[in-house]
């Protein structure tokens, strides 16, 4: 399986993820990056905004993409907190404060 590369007003948009085909140019996000959060966890985890950021509730830890959706929070320049809520391991972002 390849990787698309579009071209949008010719400038190249880099693929965020091997298998799949959202995109992104600098730091915008090609992709609601919610949608893209809830495409990406499925039915391993839960994904709600809050305050600019993310609320991600991993429900199947072992099967859960962690590298992937910690990878897309730094690209989309979100600091990270993994705490643990009601049991389940719970990822919250945040922007980062310039």
């Given amino acids: ?7 949008l007003e010719e400038q190249v948009l880099y693929p965020l993820a091997e298998d799949d085909g959202t995109y992104f140019s600098g730091r915008r996000c090609r992709m609601d990056p919610e949608e893209r959060f809830k495409k990406l966890v499925r ?4 994904v709600d905004p809050i305050y600019g950021g993310f609320e991600i509730r991993v429900l199947k830890p072992d099967l859960f993409p962690w590298y ?3 990878k897309l929070l ?3 320049g979100q600091e990270i907190w ?9 990822i919250t972002s945040e922007p980062k404060v310039q």
């Fill in 74 to 76: 730094i690209e989309i």
């Fill in 1 to 7: 399986m390849g990787i698309k590369v579009q071209i």
């Fill in 68 to 70: 992937k959706v910690v």
């Fill in 82 to 90: 993994v705490n643990e809520k009601e049991g389940k391991i719970c």
């Fill in 43 to 46: 039915d391993t985890g839960e």
